[in-house]
């Protein structure tokens, strides 16, 4: 079984410019999973995603249970896991996939949602994912860009919803 943990980056346009320059660069990776149920549900979303990675990066898309299942025979040492949302991140933690932490990178506005920053925006719903996170002991930072400062996503939610 593989023991590396993987880079895990919620952003919900999943595979875009950021992601295949800086993150893929500055992790060091060639191989990205996806991990969605809504995703993989969809054949032409799969091939949209494939077609916006290079030739030379490796990405597969992944319902969840499907991906706790290839974990166990992964042997990539430099994973970028992308998810739409917080809710993957606990079923894949519950369902005991190695999370040490998770990037929050990019969720949209949406109505009933408040930002955290330019790119970060979560209702009552997402509050409430990210309690259970922190609840499981899951480390959660905000982060764009690599270059980037983390900001704790806890605080910064505590701050907003006081």
Known sequence: MNQA???FRVDDRLIHGQVVTQWVKALGTSTIWVVSDRAAAQPIEITLLKSSVPPHMSLQV????D???QWAKQSENHLLILTEGLEEVIRLYDGGFPIGEVNIGGMRYRPGRKG????V???EPEVQLLQEMEARGVDAFIRIMPTDNRVNAYERTRRKWK
């Open 62 to 65: 992944y319902r969840v249970e």
């Open 5 to 7: 943990k993987p880079y």
């Open 121 to 123: 925006y979560m209702g």
């Open 67 to 69: 991906a706790l299942t």
């Open 116 to 119: 955290l920053n330019r790119a």
